[in-house]
């Protein structure tokens, strides 16, 4: 059975840095496409980072240049690297997981959260200004 559990999030001052992680298990093959998609109160969930086993990676215009998506094959781990955080990068985290489509990492892919089938319970980062 697929898992996928997210750590990392807290809370943290404009201009800070956070480093989420999302540990995979049940899963080992080396086909996937996975992504970063967050939350606000009151928002629609928004696709933010997008990576393919090719190491192929596409970014939401909101967090280009600040946030880097990576993957450890080895320890089977995504990780979104955040830095120079805004108030409005305030929200809950999720990580979600493609392993049978073979998707590439597109702006289409990571705008489209119904084709990820695999989720993380979530993990909240907060910035206060």
């Known amino acids: 059975q697929v898992q996928l559990v997210e750590s990392g999030g807290g809370s943290v001052q404009a201009g800070g840095s956070l480093r989420l992680s999302c540990a995979v298990s049940g899963y080992t093959g080396s086909s996937y496409c996975m992504a970063w998609f967050r939350q606000a109160p009151g928002k629609e969930r928004e696709g933010i980072a997008v990576?393919?086993?090719?190491?192929?990676?596409n970014y939401a215009d909101s967090v280009k240049g600040r946030f880097t998506i990576s993957r450890d094959n080895a320890k089977n781990t995504l990780y979104l690297q955040m830095n120079s955080l805004k108030p409005e990068d305030t929200a809950m985290y999720y990580c979600?997981?493609?392993?049978?489509?073979?998707?590439?990492?597109?702006?289409?892919?990571?705008?489209?959260?119904?084709?990820?089938?695999?989720w993380g319970q979530g993990t909240q980062v907060t910035v206060s200004s």
């Open positions: 990576i393919d086993s090719d190491g192929n990676t």
């Open positions: 979600a997981a493609d392993f049978r489509w073979r998707l590439e990492a597109t702006i289409g892919a990571m705008t489209s959260p119904g084709l990820f089938g695999y």
